[in-house]
């Protein structure tokens, strides 16, 4: 499970990351590497790290029983 997580986690840095070059750029560097934002491989990754993202709310059960430890 922790393999999947830091997987998880690697997703989700990489989402951030990419919505940052498009606030801060204008460039999706997603849709640049694989073919613009409507090809399917491109959709097929950002439903990936859409996915990643709503795994990663789990981390927050996570992080506050380990305060309680």
């Not at 986690?9 to 498009?22: E, R, S």
């Not at 997603?30 to 859409?50: D, K």
Request: with cysteine; proline share 0%.
């Amino acid at each position: 499970m922790k393999v999947l997580n830091n997987i998880i986690l690697a997703l989700v840095i990489i989402g951030a990351v990419n919505w940052g070059c498009v606030g801060l750029f204008g460039i999706d560097l997603v849709g640049t590497l694989f073919g613009g934002m409507s090809s399917a491989l491109s959709r097929i990754i950002f439903a990936i790290v859409g996915v990643a993202g709503l795994w990663s709310l789990t981390f927050f059960g996570r992080v506050s029983d380990e305060e309680h430890e």
